[in-house]
């Protein structure tokens, strides 16, 4: 799922090259600002703007697509049975599996969230329509509650199996598993970023005037950022957060809110980042330009595409970088 895991946390436990070369690129038919996710084989799973979710090989080759009824913004969700979850502008949530559709349910509105997946089955997802919904992995509701703003922010679950979104007027919003509240917080601006939730439970995300982060229900600390965060953060095991805002900024945090690294990328990030085992950092550019960057944010190499990206790179098992353009296609790198 978007970032990798249910946390959010956009890590990958395995050395990346610091100067790869391209492996494959497959064209889709619209812009890709959806993330990449990959599977324990290497295969990817992409929305496109032109509304088809697209499955490829590690190889580059298309295994299958469906086509829903309008644009696919947010990241898709695998399950272990390979069952793909999606949301989309024409306002459904949609279980595919080998290109057929198993079910899909209608949301109250148009979906840029990601779905995030629990150990029970359970399958999260937020809609502009102001609700974040609870599906059985079969389609059946669980439950929906109503957030009084836009969610577009993707849910990330903590270790005991509570929820935590952000939403456009400025509030985290943690959840039990079965709906009730546990905490709001507030901050300034709109929330569009995704939480990520170190393994100590504290939850970091952006925000319109910085990186915050929350501890046992209330604000711990705020990073003040020179330009909104709508990208959300990755973070190493060592407890260290990076991410970047829309005039090129790229942090590192640590877990207590010390800044431990800045370095400017010349051109707008809204795609999040990806840490890895070996201390890399790689990231993409509104220039359309990924860059991978070591721990202290010296720049190592730069690959370029034919448009902006928005996109978050995935990592795949063997160290490839995955990761798509708004030039519409799909990359891997390694």
């Not at 436990?13 to 690129?25: E, F, G, I, T």
């Not at 996710?37 to 590690?58: C, E, I, N, P, R």
């Not at 190499?301 to 970088?321: C, E, K, L, V, W």
Request: aromatic share 8%; proline share 4%.
């Amino acid at each position: 799922m978007f970032g990798g895991d249910a946390r959010r946390t956009h890590y990958a436990n395995v050395a990346v090259r610091s100067q790869p070369d391209l492996k494959w690129r497959h064209e889709t038919e619209g812009e890709v600002w959806a993330s990449p996710v990959v599977d324990a084989a290497g295969t990817v799973y992409a929305g496109s703007l032109d509304g088809k979710l697209y499955v490829v090989g590690a190889d580059g080759v298309l295994l299958w697509s469906v086509a829903t009824q309008g644009a696919l913004w947010g990241s898709a969700a695998v399950s272990g049975d390979a069952t793909v979850f999606v949301a989309g502008v024409d306002t459904h949530l949609y279980a595919l599996r080998l290109g057929r559709t198993l079910w899909r349910r209608k949301l109250d509105n148009c979906a840029f969230s990601s779905p995030a997946l629990g150990q029970d089955g359970s399958v999260y997802v937020g809609a502009s329509g102001r609700r974040l919904y609870c599906f059985d992995s079969n389609g059946s509701a669980r439950w929906t509650r109503h957030l009084g703003a836009q969610v577009e922010s993707s849910p990330a679950l903590l270790p005991d199996g509570s929820v935590v979104v952000g939403t456009r007027d400025g509030r985290l919003v943690q959840l039990t598993h079965t709906g009730d509240l546990v905490f709001a917080v507030q901050v300034r601006g709109p929330i569009s970023s995704t939480p990520a939730v170190f393994e100590t439970g504290t939850i970091v995300f952006g925000g319109g005037d910085g990186v915050h982060a929350v501890r046992a229900g209330r604000l711990a600390w705020r990073l003040k950022t020179r330009a909104p965060v709508t990208a959300s953060p990755a973070l190493f095991p060592d407890g260290t957060a990076v991410v970047g805002d829309l005039n090129g900024n790229l942090y590192a945090v640590d877990e207590s809110g010390r800044l431990r690294a800045h370095v400017n990328l010349g051109a707008p990030i809204s795609s999040s980042a990806a840490t890895t085992a070996n201390g890399r950092i790689v990231v993409g550019t509104h220039a359309g330009a990924l860059h991978v960057l070591d721990a202290a944010g010296r720049r190592l190499s730069s690959f370029s595409t034919q448009g902006p990206i928005h996109s978050s790179p995935a990592i795949t098992r063997d160290g490839s970088i995955v990761f798509g353009s708004r030039d519409g296609s799909l990359y891997a790198l390694g």
